[in-house]
């Protein structure tokens, strides 16, 4: 790895804290409290199997992010998830369903909060950092 690299470590730490907070909270209220959150972000029923996989992968997120906060470079990969998954989502789910002429309310506001994710994790990624060979121990 090169050490002109420039790292943004506040961002890195914006988004982990951010993961932590926004991740981390609405999948420990999918866990224990689903019908808040169904009610809070108008989610329509759910099968609470799938409901409480897609909480525990977030509430796992917030509780990686908390190692991010402390060793911002280990957990880079956390963060190239969150596009990965979320990009995956805006393609493959939202934007058929826009095109179809069928997009409910509650997908625009998922969209908005990924769409902050990404652009977050992207500015705050070093992508050198993530993509170089680490030297072998």
């Known amino acids: 790895m090169s050490n002109n690299v ?28 689903p019908k808040v959150i169904q009610s ?28 991010g906060i402390r060793s911002p470079l280990k957990f880079i990969p956390l963060l190239a ?13 939202l934007l058929p369903q826009l095109l179809a002429g069928h997009v409910p309310t ?8 990924f769409a902050t994710y990404i652009v977050g994790d992207l500015i705050a990624i070093p992508f050198p950092v993530l993509f170089s060979k680490q030297a072998k121990t």
């Open 6 to 33: 420039s790292i943004r470590w506040d961002w890195l730490k914006a988004m982990y804290i951010y993961t932590l907070i926004g991740g981390g909270g609405t999948g420990l209220g999918m866990i224990f409290f």
């Open 40 to 67: 809070l972000f108008k989610y329509p029923g759910q099968d609470p199997v799938v409901f409480g996989v897609f909480g525990s992968f977030l509430l796992g997120s917030g509780l990686l992010a908390i190692l």
């Open 81 to 93: 998830l969150q596009i990965c998954y979320k990009s995956i989502w805006i393609l493959g789910v």
């Open 106 to 113: 509650h997908a625009v506001m998922l969209f908005v909060i």
